[in-house]
């Protein structure tokens, strides 16, 4: 497998040019079918494959997404203040258990903080 970004799967979801599920979420077969091009399996494993419950998993992690996008974010966060902008929010983010949104807050730290609200018991 690849490491994050490396993954020339990865580079096509990211450019909107895989068929892939936003929510990355495969079943058994649905995974050995889109990972033929990356992975060499044994004949042995594409059979129990099918013969596998095929409740949908994410697969975020296994095929290398998780953090993936985490190289960008200093690049984004710059051009978002260059821009003018307070936040980011990127959505679709492949987690560890789930794809989630980010929010990237472009403010200084100083004034990120000041803005934070505080809940006490």
């Keep these: 497998m690849y490491e994050n970004w490396f993954s020339p799967l990865f580079v096509r979801w990211a450019e909107g040019h895989s068929m892939l599920p936003d929510d990355l979420m495969f079943t058994p077969s649905e995974a050995v079918n889109l ?5 060499v399996f044994s004949d042995t494993q594409l059979a129990n494959a099918s013969h596998l419950p095929q ?5 975020g992690s296994y095929i290398g997404f998780y953090g993936a996008e985490d190289i960008t974010d200093q690049d984004l966060c710059e051009m978002g203040a ?10 679709h983010v492949p987690g560890p ?25």
């Design 82 to 91: 260059d821009a003018g902008y307070d936040v980011i929010i990127l959505t």
């Design 97 to 121: 258990h789930q794809v989630a949104t980010e929010i990237l807050d472009v403010r200084s730290r100083s004034q990120s903080f000041d803005n934070l609200i505080y809940i006490t018991r």
């Design 55 to 59: 409740n949908k998993r994410y697969l």
């Design 35 to 39: 990972l033929q091009e990356e992975i």
